[in-house]
Structures are given as C-alpha cells and as structure tokens.
C-alpha cells in the first residue's frame, strides 16, 4: 500500500491525466501583432515584429502565406533574434491589383517544428500609387523649368 501511495504521489499524473496542451508553458517567441499595412507599389518588403523572452538569441523562420493569388509571398525569411529584444523580419511581398488582402504569419524553427500560434496580417495595396505620385512630381518639375525658361527669355527681351 505505501508503494501505491508513493506512486501516485511521485506521478500523480497516473490518477488526474492532464492533456498535453494545457502542460505546456506558452510560447516565448511570438509575433507581435501589428497595425494594418498600407502598400503603394507592386513588390514590397513587409516588417513582421518577433519577440524572443528567452535569455539567448534565437534563429526561426518566418512564413506566410495569402490565399488569394493577386497577392503573391516569399517563401520564408530566416532571422535571429537577440536574447530578450524585438526584431523585424522583412517578408517579400508582391501584388497584381489593388484591394484588401490578409497574409497569414507563423513561426517554424529550422526543422519545421511550428512556434506558438498564427498571425493574420491586414494589407491595403494601391500598386499604382507609386505611378501617379511620379507622373506628378515629374509635370510638376516640367512646368518649373517652363516658367524658368519663359521668365529668362522674357528678362533678355527686356534687357535688349
């Protein structure tokens, strides 16, 4: 009898079994979710913020993945992250059209094992932006030097 007591007072996981997912600690690296991101030209390389709490510098692998096709995401970044700090990892991103996408985010270590849980990150893209502010700019530099050019010839008028 003192052998059974013993038992189930070293294990007592023999008497209440507990699942495995409330035994584990939560996760100590992590994505950190962020505010909506706004693109304004067709390829881009977005900021993902990973928080590492443990008291060594880590290496992870940062994935994503869209599942409409207009928006279009590298495979993974790999990044270390200092012990006890905050780094971004810059993941690729390119799109064909304009619109709203949401990017999943999670976190693998180097053999594939998946850190906490998934992310969902909000894109705005507005790829022809980038276009219009440059077309503009530029008529606006042309007209500047039309009026330069207009008010010297007009001044050589005047000086003859």
Do not use: C
């Not at 590492?52 to 992870?60: L, S």
């Not at 270590?109 to 502010?133: H, M």
């Amino acid at each position: 009898m003192r052998k059974l007591v013993a038992a189930l007072l070293l294990f007592p996981g023999m008497l209440f079994p507990v699942s495995a997912e409330a035994a584990l600690p939560p996760a100590q690296v992590y994505i950190v979710a962020g505010s909506p991101i706004t693109m304004v030209s067709r390829e881009t390389k977005v900021p993902v913020s990973v928080q590492n709490n443990y008291d060594r510098p880590i290496k992870v692998r940062v994935h994503a993945k869209s599942v409409n096709n207009a928006l279009s995401v590298g495979k993974y970044v790999s990044i270390t992250i200092p012990a006890n700090s905050r780094k971004d990892a810059l993941l690729p991103i390119s799109v064909l059209t304009g619109g709203k996408f949401n990017v999943k985010v999670w976190l693998t270590t180097f053999t594939d094992i998946r850190i906490g849980s998934s992310v969902y990150l909000k894109l705005t893209a507005n790829p022809d932006v980038e276009q219009v502010i440059m077309i503009g700019f530029g008529a606006f530099i042309l007209v500047l030097i039309g009026l330069g050019v207009f008010r010297m010839l007009r001044r050589g008028k005047a000086r003859a």
